[in-house]
T-cell receptor, first 117, second 114 residues
């Protein structure tokens, strides 16, 4: 079965520090997708990024960057120069292909990031 | 316009009651989902519908019954509510069932059973 592990339950940093959120996944599929979602204190879930299993290029979007390494089954997320507005719970998710041809997202348990001024 | 909207946002009710949560998406998506987020923030899929057809039905008590009158709506009805049903319920939609399609989430409904 698919599994996503986010070992860091909570991380506290001071503004402007860099922080990396870890995500390790398990799957037997050769084709799969990985996602990161952000859940700010207001509660909604915001999509951040999607990466497919054949694309191991790192991605950078402003202060956010993602490091996908199939060799270690990891998809880590780094925030550079963190800001208070980055405070949220971050979820890593794996897209599981069902034999019906449909997919479902399997989420990790989330990492709560607290950025203090 | 909100892409995926759920009503109500907050719901407080007594044990044993029956309640419904409504979800509508205006994105023209074919696939809709219900997820449950427990007090520890763990997110787990409950149901998935594609073009009004039930696709995924995880191990959910049969007190929970989804209904999709059309592909833009997926409502969740819960009978005989129990304390353990207290959680945040998220509706989501995606363009199709294809692997890797991102899901767009509603703002969540916080259900408290007292």
């Amino acid at each position: 079965a698919q599994k996503v592990t986010q070992a860091q339950t909570e991380i506290s940093v001071v503004e402007k520090e860099d922080v990396t959120l870890d995500c390790v996944y398990e799957t037997r599929d050769t084709t799969y997708y990985l996602f990161w979602y952000k859940q700010p204190p207001s509660g909604e879930l915001v999509f951040l990024i999607r990466r497919n299993s054949f694309d191991e290029q790192n991605e950078i979007s402003g202060r956010y960057s993602w490091n996908f390494q199939k060799s270690t089954s990891s998809f880590n997320f780094t925030i550079t120069a963190s800001q208070v507005v980055d405070s949220a719970v971050y979820f890593c998710a794996l897209s599981e292909a069902l034999n019906t041809g449909f997919q479902k997202l399997v989420f990790g348990t989330g990492t709560r990031l607290l950025v203090s001024p | 316009d909100t892409a995926v909207s759920q009503t109500p946002k907050y719901l407080v009710t007594q044990m044993g009651n029956d309640k419904s949560i409504k979800c509508e998406q205006n994105l023209g998506h074919d696939t809709m989902y219900w997820y449950k987020q427990d007090s520890k923030k763990f997110l787990k899929i409950m149901f998935s519908y594609n073009n009004k057809e039930l696709i995924i039905n995880e191990t959910v008590p049969n007190r929970f019954s989804p209904k999709s009158p059309d592909k833009a709506h997926l409502n969740l009805h819960i009978n005989s509510l129990e304390l353990g049903d207290s959680a945040v319920y998220f509706c989501a939609s995606s363009p199709d069932r294809v692997l890797g399609t991102e899901a767009f989430f509603g703002q969540g409904t916080r259900l408290t059973v007292v």
